[in-house]
């Protein structure tokens, strides 16, 4: 995290609400876990959305009956339930939802309870159409879909608080409800709000951030192009500026920020107000952490819920498994390594993509056995039972339109009966062990680098740390993502992907860690600016050219869009630079070179440093000067890993032992360590074809894999997966 303080909440002089939150602090709520039902043991939680108001009642009893057949033990309920809840300002009917969560109960299957309030209902809206966001053009945001409301509207507020106060009042005492699910997805639809009520928000928070109107010139740069502002009520959201135009990029990032911690606010109000009255029961809301969306700052709400659930969808083709598993272990990140709730996943596909692929078969076992080797102690797809209308019916659920008769339902209660398996050999609680390499994942360095104007609109932040990831697993190495705020000076090495903001303090602890004998992999566009956006003069990395030991003058983007430019630059260890390169232009002596361009002589590239180590203090930085994709980076970066000691080749290199029957590229290998000292190893198949893999351990679980006991080894199918415990 890169400014300020944590903060309470409060009610400014004018008596409007303000949002006080500048960005995460230091403390986080303690880890509060839902807890079983009385007279039932502790599993791994496993369910889904569950919607029966969009099914007559006598479908009811069927999906119970379903349910336990699958060995579901939990569902969440009430998602979208608020015209149900109060048809209208002063009437209350909580009747079906009573006898909903009774038969549940009688089931033993838990409750995760919603609070209602992601969806307002129309009479509402209509009663208030103030409380509709407006778009960057200043154009209503109408109902039609869902979350049509402003984040800092108090009078969505008041509505939803009371919708909080009457559920946690009516179901205070019912022993089925074990966890809060506050709201859904904050921010989905409605992250960026351009009304009035966001204006007058956003003028507060930066008086809060900033306190004087200067010191908000001075952060956001307004001498350029005329924007000093003399008073804060001159500061706008970013409307709408015409075609072509380019937004002050300081404000834009602040306006991120700030929207972030808005919404942020109003869950903590929500949270609190149900917290009240139920303050012995644990209360989440569901994050969206994955390779591509970082819509609010994870990280930061990470400190607000008392434990992290995420909702996950796969990206179809060659990165599914990789780019799960990297998602995954970001929110193991997010929350510390204590166990998270996976609330959402799809059983096969989404219907909100171009194309809605379906997953393949075994992929529905594997993916969510991948969520669980990442750290997740529940399992939940959203949703239960296949929509037959609305917007989501081409939704894959856990009961598809097929019915029960179908390989999805068998998957399913497959699903449920593997995960009882691992709930009995005691995975519960079990951490994921820590691993050897950090790839550090910064939330506001993604939105900055999205900006306009930048030397290159073809660079996306989350393609950097998901390259570095699989081409780490390509390299036998799997991986932690660690939050930039998070604990990742604590690992033997550290990829900084495309960090672009770096204030004092980061860099600080950058230089402090490689002193005290850490490895670093500093990429291209890292350590650029501060946390204000200013550029860091001098030379790029400016934030910590001491550390890397080199320094770039100018950029050389790489495209096509122009005849007779250099899309592509070889380098002289076989790979080849795309989207970025860094004309670096000198090296300090301490510095090595370990790959160089091979480019023509006009270019001004040809024999400049592409990849080089620095030796600094005790530990040592690697320094990628250009976008090199998964298998650039993979081999440019293995004999590295060796050289550090940081790959198992190199420790089997090390020990003598050998490298068995695995291809190590073709599996991905996690552990988790229970507190009893077992070991759960999970090995997955990452490639389309059979891998045979060594038992070390007995197995638990097992899904599209043949075990060969005679020789101690198992053969992966694709999307296989086996669990051994040792
Ligand atoms: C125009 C403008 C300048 C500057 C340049 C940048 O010429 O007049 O202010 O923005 O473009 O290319
Ligand atoms: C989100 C929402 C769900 C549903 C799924 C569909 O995660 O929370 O209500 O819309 O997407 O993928």
């Not at 966890?179 to 997805?185: I, K, L, T």
């Amino acid at each position: 995290m890169t400014t300020g303080t944590a903060d309470a909440t409060h009610t400014d002089m004018e008596g409007t609400h303000t949002i006080m939150s500048i960005t995460n602090g230091t403390r986080r709520r303690p880890h509060r876990w839902p807890q079983p039902l009385a007279g039932l043991r502790p599993g791994i939680w496993y369910g889904g959305d569950y919607n029966p108001e969009q099914w007559p009642e006598s479908v009811w009893d069927d999906d119970i009956r379903l349910m336990r057949e699958a060995g579901v033990n939990l569902v969440s309920v009430g998602i979208f339930s608020w015209a149900r809840l109060q048809p209208a300002p002063d009437r209350w009917d909580f009747d079906w939802l009573d006898t909903v969560i009774a038969k549940l109960g009688a089931a033993g299957i838990a409750v995760d309870l919603a609070s209602a309030t992601a969806s307002p209902p129309p009479w509402l809206t209509q009663l208030h159409p103030e409380i509709l966001p407006r778009d960057a053009r200043g154009d209503v945001v109408w109902p039609g879909a869902r979350q049509h409301w402003r984040p800092t509207s108090p009078v969505f507020r008041e509505y939803a608080l009371e919708m909080c106060r009457r559920m946690a009042e009516h179901y205070k005492d019912s022993p089925t409800v074990v966890a809060w699910h506050v709201s859904n997805e904050y921010g989905c639809h409605n992250l960026y709000d351009y009304s009035d009520d966001a204006m007058q928000a956003f003028q507060q928070w930066a008086r809060r951030k900033y306190r004087t109107i200067d010191a908000v010139n001075e952060a956001w740069g307004t001498d350029f192009w005329a924007q000093r502002m003399t008073d804060f009520d001159q500061i706008l959201p970013p409307r709408f500026i015409g075609e072509g135009n380019f937004m002050n990029p300081t404000k834009l990032l602040d306006f991120k920020r700030f929207s972030s911690d808005a919404l942020k606010d109003i869950f903590i109000a929500e949270r609190d107000e149900l917290a009240r009255i139920t303050p012995d029961k644990p209360l989440t809301t569901n994050f969206m952490v994955s390779g591509t969306t970082a819509i609010v700052d994870y990280d930061d709400w990470g400190h607000e819920v008392d434990f992290v659930s995420n909702d996950h969808y796969f990206t179809p083709g060659a990165r599914h498994l990789d780019e799960l598993a990297y998602s995954a272990s970001l929110c193991d990140g997010i929350s510390r390594k204590d166990p998270w709730f996976l609330m959402e996943h799809s059983t096969s596909a989404v219907n909100w993509r171009q194309i809605n692929y379906r997953k393949y078969p075994g992929e529905l076992v594997r993916d969510s056995l991948a969520h669980v080797a990442m750290g997740a102690d529940a399992v939940c797809y959203f949703q239960w039972r296949q929509s037959s209308a609305g917007a989501e019916k081409f939704h894959s659920s856990m009961v598809p339109h097929a019915g029960e008769d179908s390989q999805v339902f068998r998957d399913v209660c497959e699903l449920g009966a593997d995960l009882g398996k691992l709930t009995s050999a005691g995975l519960l609680g079990a951490r994921v062990e820590q691993a050897k390499v950090a790839v550090v994942f910064d939330a506001q360095s993604k939105w900055a680098l999205e900006h306009t104007a930048t030397p290159t609109q073809a660079l996306q932040n989350w393609t950097e740390p998901l390259d570095w990831f699989s081409a780490l697993l390509d390299d036998g190495v799997t991986a932690d993502v660690v939050p930039v705020a998070g604990p990742w000076d604590t690992y033997e090495a550290v990829v900084l992907p495309t960090v672009y903001l770096m204030g004092e303090a980061m860099a600080d602890r950058v230089r402090q860690y490689v002193r005290n004998g850490g490895k670093v992999f500093v990429t291209y566009a890292s350590g650029i600016s501060d946390d204000s956006d200013h550029i860091w003069l001098g030379g790029y990395p400016g934030a910590i050219r001491d550390v890397v030991g080199i320094r770039i003058e100018e950029f050389n983007p790489l495209g096509s869009d122009f005849d007779g430019v250099d899309a592509t630059l070889d380098l002289d260890n076989g790979t080849v630079a795309h989207d970025w390169a860094d004309a670096v232009s000198s090296v300090d002596d301490s510095c090595e070179v370990v790959a160089r361009y091979e480019a023509a002589e006009d270019t001004g590239m040809k024999g400049v440093p592409a990849v080089t180590v620095n030796a600094f203090g005790n530990g040592y930085a690697v320094y990628v000067g250009c976008k090199l994709g998964q298998k650039g980076i993979a081999t440019s970066v293995a004999p590295l890993l060796d050289r550090f000691g940081l790959s198992d080749a190199s420790a089997e290199k090390a020990t003598g032992s050998s490298a068995g029957a695995e291809r190590s590229s073709a599996i991905m290998k996690v552990v988790r360590v229970a507190e009893s000292g077992q070991r759960f190893t999970f090995l997955f198949n990452r490639t389309r074809e059979e891998v045979r893999v060594n038992l070390a351990g007995t197995p638990v679980v097992e899904s599209f894999a043949t075990i060969d006991e005679q020789n101690h080894s198992a053969v992966l199918k694709p999307a296989g997966v086996i669990v051994l415990q040792s």
